[in-house]
């Protein structure tokens, strides 16, 4: 079983519409979750942070979170074909490791 | 930009020789990460610094891989006898430390292996 799953999609939203990308996680003992964007070519950079149960929003960005279910998600509103990138899930690891499992990403395509 | 920043951006070499990539972090930021990432992957976690000192070096890295952190700050990254397996981009992150896990990347080095 893989430490962090992502669907790879591609995801095809038209836009305007909201985008949901989700992520499933191993580690019951993660205490910390991140979402980043990655466009093609570039590095990977860091839209938002989740570390309780519930939602977390940040403009058009919702983190939603469900640690009994392992299970993180994020919404992108009023989806822009400028949201058009790989995310990358990010899950840290319990047991004293300083460190970060990061997902294989879903591509996500807003189609004007 | 996030402040951090690696060099070179691109580098061609030929199988067999050696290649050392730099990383400069964040100044306040005092661990630091490396990570190599394929097409359709995400980063793989190689190893990481607390300050000068290395914590953890991935079960998966080769001896052929090694890196430093010399006081602290700046960080290189040597790959010897390169092999085309090798190709992929490299990146560095950097956290600002404590309980953080939020880590900013560089630009990362593309490495193309002949």
Redesign the interface.
Known sequence: QKE?EQN?GPLSVPEGAIASLNCTYSDRGSQ?F?W?RQYSG?????IM?IYSNGDKEDGRFTAQLNKASQYVSLLIRDSQPSDSATY?C?V?NSGG?????????TKLQVIP | D?GVSQNPRHKITKRGQNVTFRCDPISEHN?L?WYRQTL??????LT?F?NEAQ??KSRLLSDRFSAERPKGSFSTLEIQRTEQGDSA?Y?CAT?RGGSS????????TRLTVT
């Open positions: 962090v790879s910390s991140f980043y570039k590095s990977p950079e860091l942070s990358l990010a840290s490791y300083q460190k970060v499992t990061f997902g294989t990403g | 996030t661990r990460y359709g992957q995400g980063p793989e976690f990481y607390q914590l953890e981009m990146l956290v896990y939020e880590q900013y990347f560089g630009p990362g």
